[in-house]
């Protein structure tokens, strides 16, 4: 997930604080929902992403909509209603990204089912356990708290810059700021039930959804465009807000059951 963009203009504000509210609350309605209803609004993420990840790869528009058509596919499977989140589903994800890089012969559009597929399948899947809402809450907050941190510590301490040929704005202050701040929000989650060892975790997570934030800076600079998408006003595409959490949730479901929790 990116770090919050100064608004080009304060009339924004109004829009990017509204749009920002309803993402907090239909995302967290889905969460504390789980089944269903948190499979369907991580489905239609992906299905966005996939099609803003094709226009950052110069995708046509029929390309990126047969993308869509082949991610819905495992996704589909991924329901509750269906198989469900299990090593099935990523088979077929797997098998939409070599469909996608032969039929349109863009190896780009094929990695991009690999590279958005998997993060939905992690997420439904940390949902889906015993303790499912702490979990998939510690894998997504912790991005948030990420941003957050890093976002007032590079303001605040400024510095040395982390990436200037990718991303001018972030520092190593921020860095920083950002694994302390993740690191911080893991520990207040103790008394609920998170399990210690995910703590200690938290903050290499930190430092992925860093690594997932300037990687999508460097797509969008390599396009030479500022947002990936324009389907959230003020805000950007959904890849813009999730790009931080599309390497964290692999890496936390792969720890979740490295750790024997699932």
């Not at 089944?35 to 993420?45: D, H, S």
């Not at 528009?61 to 991610?71: D, E, F, P, V």
Request: aromatic share 8%.
């Amino acid at each position: 997930m990116s770090e919050p963009r100064p608004p080009r203009r304060n009339a924004d504000l109004p829009v990017r604080a509204a749009v920002g509210l309803a993402l907090i609350l239909v995302a967290g309605l889905a969460l504390w929902l789980g089944g269903f209803a948190f499979w369907l609004l991580a489905t239609i993420a992906g299905l966005i992403m996939i099609h803003e990840w094709g226009g950052l790869h110069g995708a046509s528009l029929s390309q990126r909509r047969l993308a869509q058509y082949g991610l819905m596919v495992p996704l589909a499977i991924l329901s509750p209603w269906a198989a469900g989140p299990g090593f099935l589903v990523v088979g077929l994800i797997l098998g939409a990204g070599f469909f996608l890089a032969s039929v349109t012969r863009s190896g780009a559009l094929g990695a991009g089912a690999v590279y958005v597929g998997i993060p939905v399948l992690a997420l439904v899947f940390l949902r889906a356990q015993e303790h499912g809402l702490l979990l998939a809450f510690w894998a997504m907050a912790l991005v948030w708290a990420c941003d957050i941190g890093a976002y007032f510590a590079g303001r605040a301490i400024g510095g040395p810059k982390l990436a200037p040929a990718i991303s001018p704005n972030k520092t190593w202050a921020g860095l920083i700021g950002g694994v302390l701040s993740a690191a911080l929000f893991a520990a207040i989650l103790i008394p609920a039930g998170l399990d210690p060892m995910l703590v200690v975790a938290t903050p290499l997570l930190a430092v992925l959804a860093q690594a997932g934030d300037l990687y999508e800076s460097h797509l969008k600079r390599r396009a030479g465009v500022k947002d990936s998408g324009t389907i959230l006003p003020g805000h950007g595409g959904v890849l813009d807000r999730l790009d931080g959490l599309v390497p964290v949730a692999p890496a936390a479901a792969l720890i979740v059951l490295l750790q024997g929790l699932a």
